[in-house]
């Protein structure tokens, strides 16, 4: 099977969408399949310069991560597969011309039907959980880090003040988190990086600016293996609960949650849910429908 993984731009990592086309570019070429990418903006990031580029007219599977390169990839054979990551960003919103369309959570998903496209599936975010390994957490709490790629986070003074040492991750945006989330406890993000820091076995609190409000901190709370199901119907944006962070006493009520055998749990659910191998086999099953 020859497939086309097509993206807006692979130069910076302010989203997640680079991040997944890298996780889907290595399963799919350990599944044996030949694998290239298409991306609008020609620039590519300096340190992916090996990445397979688009080079062919006719593909099995074309995967489109944004309504511009759907467009773009238009001219081409082959099945046409439009994934939606998000429900706010434009470049993510649906469009016609693909043959098959789907979200990576029930938000996005009822995002689309909103839009009139029929859902063919829901297809989690795919997590490299042999890159993110199991590395575990501290019996007690020693270091926290605030994982976000847009800004900084409001309550890092009063973070310290708790005797925790802090550390900023994505800020300014980097490839590979690995190494940063390797050292710590405890995680304050969302999506993506909120299930990358799970797979290693980290405690996560779900919060974030991505609420669509402004400068508005939206939180869900910290993850056990009961509300994570909870969470991911809204891919653990912090848009379930929607508790609007406007006093550092609520972040501190979830970090004192923590409980450092959340860690195996986390990584465990990970592996049951969003194994990269298992979301690539659902995504070749779908296409061959």
Same mark, same amino acid.
């Given at each position: 099977?020859?497939?086309l993984?097509?993206l807006?731009?692979?130069?910076?990592?302010?989203?997640?969408?680079?991040?997944?086309t =890298?996780?889907? +570019?290595?399963?799919?070429?350990?599944?044996?399949?030949?694998?290239?990418?298409h991306?609008?903006?020609?620039?590519?990031?300096?340190?992916?310069?090996?990445?397979? +580029?688009?080079?062919?007219?006719?593909?099995? +599977?074309i995967?489109?991560?944004?309504?511009?390169?759907?467009? @773009?990839?238009?001219?081409?054979?082959?099945?046409? +597969?439009?994934?939606?990551?998000?429900?706010?960003?434009?470049l @993510?919103?649906p469009?016609?011309?693909?043959?098959l369309?789907?979200?990576v959570?029930?938000?996005?998903?009822?995002?689309?039907?909103?839009?009139?496209?029929k859902?063919d599936?829901?297809?989690r975010?795919?997590?490299d959980?042999?890159?993110?390994?199991?590395?575990?957490?501290?019996?007690?709490l020693k270091?926290?880090?605030i994982?976000?790629?847009?800004?900084?986070?409001?309550?890092?003074?009063?973070?310290?003040?708790?005797? =925790?040492?802090?550390?900023?991750?994505?800020?300014?945006?980097i490839?590979d988190i690995?190494?940063?989330?390797l050292?710590?406890?405890?995680?304050?993000?969302?999506?993506?990086?909120?299930?990358?820091?799970?797979?290693m076995?980290?405690?996560?609190?779900?919060?974030g600016?991505?609420?669509?409000?402004?400068?508005?901190?939206?939180?869900?709370?910290?993850?056990?293996?009961?509300?994570?199901?909870e969470?991911?119907?809204?891919?653990?944006?912090?848009?379930?609960?929607?508790? @609007?962070?406007?006093d550092?006493?609520?972040?501190?009520?979830?970090?004192?949650?923590?409980?450092?055998?959340?860690?195996?749990?986390?990584?465990?659910?990970?592996?049951k849910?969003?194994h990269?191998?298992?979301?690539?086999?659902?995504?070749?099953?779908?296409?061959? =429908?």
């Open positions: 099977m020859n497939i993984i097509g807006y731009e692979f130069e910076n990592f302010y989203g997640g969408v680079q991040t997944w =890298l996780t889907m +570019l290595k399963a799919f070429s350990k599944m044996g399949f030949n694998v290239e990418v991306t609008h903006l020609k620039k590519i990031n300096r340190k992916l310069k090996n990445i397979p +580029l688009h080079t062919q007219d006719n593909y099995d +599977l995967i489109c991560n944004s309504n511009v390169v759907l467009d @773009e990839l238009s001219p081409l054979d082959g099945k046409k +597969l439009f994934i939606s990551h998000g429900i706010l960003p434009k @993510e919103q469009v016609e011309g693909a043959d369309y789907a979200g959570s029930e938000e996005v998903a009822d995002n689309l039907i909103h839009h009139g496209f859902v599936a829901v297809i975010n795919p997590i959980v042999d890159k993110f390994y199991y590395a575990g957490c501290s019996e007690e270091k926290a880090a994982l976000d790629r847009r800004r900084k986070f409001a309550y890092q003074k009063e973070l310290k003040k708790q005797h =925790l040492k802090i550390v900023q991750i994505g800020h300014p945006p490839i690995r190494k940063k989330i050292d710590v406890d405890l995680v304050i993000g969302r999506g993506r990086g909120a299930y990358e820091s799970m797979a076995g980290k405690n996560v609190i779900i919060s600016n991505n609420s669509g409000r402004g400068n508005c901190e939206l939180m869900d709370g910290m993850i056990n293996s009961e509300n994570f199901y969470f991911r119907l809204n891919n653990c944006s912090g848009r379930r609960r929607a508790i @609007e962070v406007h550092f006493n609520l972040i501190l009520k979830e970090i004192r949650k923590y409980d450092h055998t959340q860690g195996k749990i986390n990584r465990d659910l990970i592996r849910n969003n990269y191998l298992t979301i690539a086999e659902q995504i070749i099953s779908l296409a061959r =429908l």
